[in-house]
């Protein structure tokens, strides 16, 4: 089995920082691609930021410049550093990764969420 575990989220004022964590576990061959999504209430998921498959970076236009992604391959672990937030950023916010399981089969798997809330 594989576990995305997500850690950082929470309340912050406009303006503020916050550093999402998420940690890819278990029957893992090799990791394609991780990143975040995030969905706010009544509209559908977006990608928030994203390594690719052949290790690009991709954001979302109203992240430019505020948000970075970084990973760390040995842990298999993403990053998203979101600076400037705006209310507009609250959302629940979710990793994905694309990967290979020991047992050779791609999957995307998905984390719980984290709740991200930007007050004005």
């Known amino acids: 089995q594989v576990q995305l575990v997500e850690s950082g989220g929470g309340l912050v004022q406009a303006g503020g920082s916050l550093r999402l964590s998420c940690a890819a576990s278990?029957?893992?061959?090799?990791?394609?691609?991780m990143g975040w999504y995030r969905q706010a209430p009544g509209k559908q998921r977006e990608l928030v930021a994203t390594?690719?498959?052949?290790?690009?970076?991709a954001y979302e236009d109203s992240v430019k410049g505020r948000f970075i992604i970084s990973r760390d391959n040995a842990k298999n672990t993403v990053y998203l550093q979101m600076n400037s937030l705006k209310p507009e950023d609250t959302a629940v916010y979710y990793c994905?990764?694309?990967?290979?399981?020991?047992?050779?089969?791609?999957?995307?798997?998905w984390g719980q969420g984290t709740q991200v809330t930007v007050s004005s």
């Open positions: 390594f690719t498959n052949d290790g690009s970076i």
């Open positions: 278990g029957n893992i061959f090799r990791v394609n691609a």
């Open positions: 994905k990764a694309n990967l290979i399981t020991q047992r050779l089969v791609r999957v995307d798997y």
